[in-house]
Structures are given as structure tokens and as C-alpha cells.
């Protein structure tokens, strides 16, 4: 009883000076450094590494109290995710980095998250504007020495800090960014997957692409294994792939603004990366993502091996019979889910894939599920349910492996999942 009442006192305490502590860092405070990981729902920082000015081997969780602030100019917050205490689960002594080492001079605490944690998260969306890097301010008190840690050391992004985010592109008036990562390993020439991102991911800051919906998992060791190696780009528009010259969303009805800028920055990457395999360019996309990667498939269909589609926002009444069969022989696997709300599978995808069909495609494919649930039964809990439109959960853990009737995608009489397909497609074979 006494420790409860000793932590509670402390806990008022500390947070009676947080005010203080984030508007004028104590100069005697230690520095943090916080680490940003994609999750199925979006980003999280979920874990903190603290500098010590000794070197220990002993660390308990309980003993440290997580406060956070977020703020982001422009915009109200609401209040509940402006501010609050985290939630410590676990503790280690750390490299600087946050390897797990016996004896050190960091400690990193992690942090518990959930797709109903928005405390949790350095993004924050805003109408119009899309998902938006927030000032993400931690305070960090060791409640038995009551030392504090209060100024901000950089961050750590998993998988994000091996791309590279520095390049941009131009084409006519419109700037577009974007991540690029060049395999490890590969043979004498790689395949490149593109991934086109979502409406809430425009701008021009390519780890929001990338963080916004965990499409950086295309470098991460699974997927990189089954294509042995494979470059990696995720371009990124200002505003939406669908807009067109009124900046309004087209589901194909009229043209939009980027196909053209987009296809060239494609080009001019193949061209300056000249170990990439011309005859295995997959492409592939989210929502307004999967309308472009659809787009540049009917644009261009002698160019790409494969296409891999979620959440497909192409109408399809707007989609010519001529193009539907001009593309029937492009390998194409869709994923979607019945109770996609926001791109309405009997207005997109669903139509698409039957006309495909009857026009003689052969190499395609479709997994549609009922709800998109969270697969992992832990951060969400068992059986919880994420919104409907959000089927890439799947597409970015390589989950598909079924057709439309349920039945096994298979090659060569194996079963396989929708990358382990697409690393076999290759252009005229």
C-alpha cells in the first residue's frame, strides 16, 4: 500500500510539472530516443530509449512513468489525443540503437499500442490534408530516483531508415517524392515492386506512404526471400492519384493529373537503376493506389510482369470493353473485402474481375474477404475488426492465397500466396 501511495504522489507530482518540462526541457534531464514502427493500422511509437550517465544491468518496468504530448500547428487535437500517460509493458538494458545486451548505459521501455490507441501514434489525420507528422513530446520519469528525460534525440524508424527518402521528381508543374530501396542481396538483375499509396498518404513526405499503410514491408526479410531480392518504389503524389485538373477525385470517368509525371518517374528509375530485371516490374496499390496501378496497367500494358491490387478504386463502368480486353493477359490478383463502405467492390472491383474473365483472362486472380480482421488477435483483440476498406492489412503480410470460389491459388500444382505468385510472373512468359 505504502509503494501505491508513494507512485500516485509522484505520478501527481510529474504531472503537475509537465508544462514546464515540455515548454523549457530541464538542462539536467536525459535524452531520449523515441522508435516509430508500422503497424497494420499505421504508425506507432512504440518504443523509448534512454540515455544513462552510468552503465547498468538492472531494469524495471514498473518503475517508470511514460507522459506524452502531441501537437501539430493548424490544427485542434482533440483532447483525449492531445495528452495522457503510456503504457509501459516491458523494459531492457540497450544499445543506443535498442539491441537487448546485458550490461549498458540505455535502457529502452516499450510501449503498449493499438489501432484504438491514437496517443500512440506521431500521425495525425487531418481532413483534406491527409496523415501529418505530429510534435510528439515525451516526458519520462524513473519514479525511484525521480530523474527525468525530457529532451528529444532523433528517432529510430525499422525498415523506413533503409530507404531512400531524399530524391524527388519533377514532370511538366507537378513535384512528386519518393522511397526507393535497392535489395541486399539479388542476382545479376532484381525485380521492382512499385506500390502506390492510399488517399490519406499524398504530400511530400515519402515516409508517410510508407508508415500510412506499412508498405514498407515490401524490403523487410519475408518478402525480400521470395524474390530474392528485389527493389523497392513507393512514389508519392502531393495530393491524390485520382484528382483530376479541378483537384476533384475521378474514379476514371475523366483523367487525372499524375498517370503521365507518375509513368515518367517510373521510367527515369528503371533507367538510373540499371540491375533492374525490365521483364519483372510489378505494380500495384490502396484505393486511390489501386485505381493508378489499374490506370497504368491499361495505359501501358506491355510494361508490366503483374499487377497487385487492394481496395480497387476504378469504376468499372468507366473502363472501355476494348481495354478490358486489351489487358485480359496481364496477370493481375485483387484483394478486397465485402464490407468496403468507401470503394464499393460491387461498383469496382467485383464487375472488373468478371469481365476479365469473360473476356479469356487466365493469370488472374481474386481473394475477397468478408471483414478485414485484425491477424494478429493482439493488438486489436480477438475478432476485432478493422474498417472495411482497409484490405491491405492482408496484401502487406502476404496473406492472399485463395480465389474468388475459395479455392487455392496454385503454380506448378502448389499452393502459393499472392507474392510467391507474382515473384514467378514475368513479362512475355
Not at 523487410?220 to 526471400?225: P, R, S, Y
Request: hydrophobic share 35%; charged share 20%.
Amino acid at each position: 500500500m505504502k509503494n501505491i501511495i508513494i507512485r500516485s504522489l509522484l505520478l501527481t507530482f510529474f504531472c503537475s510539472c509537465l508544462h514546464l518540462t515540455f515548454a523549457n526541457p530541464d538542462p539536467q534531464a536525459g535524452t531520449y530516443k523515441m522508435v516509430v514502427e508500422g503497424f497494420d493500422w499505421g504508425p506507432a511509437v512504440n518504443k523509448i530509449i534512454l540515455s544513462l550517465l552510468d552503465t547498468t544491468s538492472k531494469v524495471n518496468a514498473a518503475d517508470y512513468i511514460v507522459y506524452v504530448q502531441r501537437n501539430l500547428a493548424g490544427t485542434t487535437i482533440p483532447a483525449e489525443q492531445s495528452s495522457g500517460k503510456r503504457e509501459v509493458i516491458s523494459a531492457y538494458i540497450s544499445t543506443e540503437t535498442g539491441d537487448r545486451i546485458k550490461t549498458g548505459k540505455h535502457i529502452t521501455l516499450v510501449l503498449s499500442v493499438g489501432p484504438s490507441l491514437p496517443i500512440a501514434s506521431p500521425f495525425q489525420y487531418v481532413r483534406v490534408k491527409g496523415n501529418l507528422w505530429v510534435d510528439y513530446n515525451l516526458t519520462i520519469m524513473q519514479t525511484k530516483t525521480q530523474q527525468i528525460w525530457n529532451k528529444a534525440n532523433g528517432k529510430i524508424m525499422p525498415l523506413i531508415d533503409e530507404f531512400d527518402l531524399s530524391k524527388k521528381f519533377s514532370y511538366q508543374d507537378k513535384n512528386m517524392s519518393y522511397a526507393s530501396y535497392s535489395p541486399k542481396n539479388r542476382k545479376d538483375k532484381a525485380p521492382l515492386i512499385i506500390w502506390l499509396h492510399g488517399g490519406g498518404e499524398g504530400g511530400m513526405d515519402p515516409t508517410v506512404p510508407l508508415l500510412g499503410n506499412k508498405a514498407a514491408n515490401y524490403a523487410g526479410t519475408a518478402i525480400q526471400t521470395i524474390f530474392e531480392g528485389a527493389f523497392v518504389l513507393v512514389p508519392q503524389c502531393p495530393g491524390a492519384w485520382m484528382h483530376n485538373a479541378q483537384g476533384v477525385g475521378t474514379q476514371g470517368k475523366e483523367n487525372d493529373v499524375y498517370n503521365e509525371g507518375l509513368m515518367a518517374l517510373i521510367k527515369n528509375y528503371v533507367s538510373n537503376n540499371p540491375s533492374i530485371d525490365p521483364n519483372r516490374i510489378y505494380v500495384g496499390g490502396c484505393s486511390n493506389g489501386g485505381y493508378m496501378a489499374l490506370k497504368l496497367i491499361l495505359l501501358y500494358p506491355d510494361y508490366f510482369a503483374a499487377g497487385y491490387i487492394s481496395s480497387l478504386a476504378y469504376r468499372s463502368q468507366y473502363i472501355a470493353d476494348a481495354d478490358i480486353q486489351k489487358i485480359k493477359n496481364i496477370p493481375m490478383w485483387f484483394v478486397h473485402s465485402k464490407d468496403d463502405a468507401t470503394t464499393n467492390p460491387d461498383l469496382t472491383v467485383v464487375p472488373v474481375f468478371d469481365r476479365l474473365k469473360s473476356a479469356g483472362a487466365k493469370n488472374i486472380h481474386f481473394t475477397y474477404y468478408d471483414h478485414v480482421n485484425d491477424i494478429t488477435n493482439q493488438y486489436g483483440g480477438n475478432g476485432f475488426q478493422y474498417n472495411g476498406h482497409w484490405s491491405w492489412v492482408y496484401l502487406h503480410e502476404n496473406l492472399p492465397r485463395t480465389d474468388l470460389d475459395g479455392s487455392a491459388v496454385k503454380l506448378n500444382g502448389k499452393p502459393v500466396t499472392i507474392m510467391e505468385w507474382m515473384a514467378a510472373q514475368k513479362k512475355g512468359k
